[in-house]
């Protein structure tokens, strides 16, 4: 049955070509967290079948909620359940991957005040049973990532607990982390780090 407008005319839909959007993994999006950036490589290896690493959600008790109209909920009070681990985990070539990310602005280190006792011990106990752990860190003022083994990682922890420095300091990153390039596809690509170091 076809449509016609008042003057007698038939309606005809305009026909738009179907649209598929593609994600950009370029240089331009700038701007974006290392969380982004990461979310995005997971989808790049899950989508090329190279690993299956996601974010995992933080666990929380909701305890309140207000629903201002029938279509919207606001949560306006909740509570952690328990401390979270890691940021990331997921299973590459047969190995299980655990890591936490963490952005800092400052210029000259990192603090260690960043990373909690209980995500320590966590990596502490993935590590012992053979699974991969690492830190990785974006120095955001220099648009510079490193991967920092969790071996490394807990030297410099126990150097704090023992007294010593509270932070890891930038030339400390360039001396026993790896720097991770950025590149085209995807932008982040810590993977290539975990076949160099695990061969």
């Not at 952690?80 to 047969?94: A, E, H, K, L, M």
């Not at 320590?120 to 690492?134: A, P």
């Not at 810590?190 to 160099?196: E, G, S, T």
């Amino acid at each position: 049955m076809a449509i016609h407008y008042p003057n007698g005319k038939v309606y005809t839909p305009k026909k738009e070509p179907l649209k598929i959007k593609k994600k950009d993994y370029s240089f331009s999006n700038r701007g974006k967290t290392l969380e982004d950036e990461l979310n995005d490589a997971n989808e790049y290896y899950l989508l090329n079948d190279l690993a299956v690493i996601y974010k995992k959600p933080i666990p929380i008790q909701v305890v309140r909620v207000e629903y201002p109209s029938r279509s919207s909920a606001m949560i306006k009070e909740a509570y952690y359940r328990t401390p979270s681990t890691t940021d990331f985990n997921g299973v590459y070539q047969g190995k299980y991957i655990d890591f936490e990310a963490k952005e800092t602005e400052n210029k000259t280190a990192f603090p260690l005040k960043n990373v909690h006792e209980h995500q320590v011990k966590h990596m502490r106990s993935v590590t012992k049973q053979n699974g991969v752990c690492f830190l990785l860190v974006r120095f955001s003022a220099f648009d510079r990532y490193f991967y920092l083994p969790f071996e490394q990682l807990e030297l410099f922890w126990d150097r704090m607990l023992t007294g010593g420095r509270k932070s890891i300091a930038l030339s400390e990153f360039e001396e026993h982390a790896i720097e991770i390039t950025p590149k085209y596809a995807p932008r982040i690509d810590y993977l290539k780090i975990v076949d160099n170091l695990n061969v």
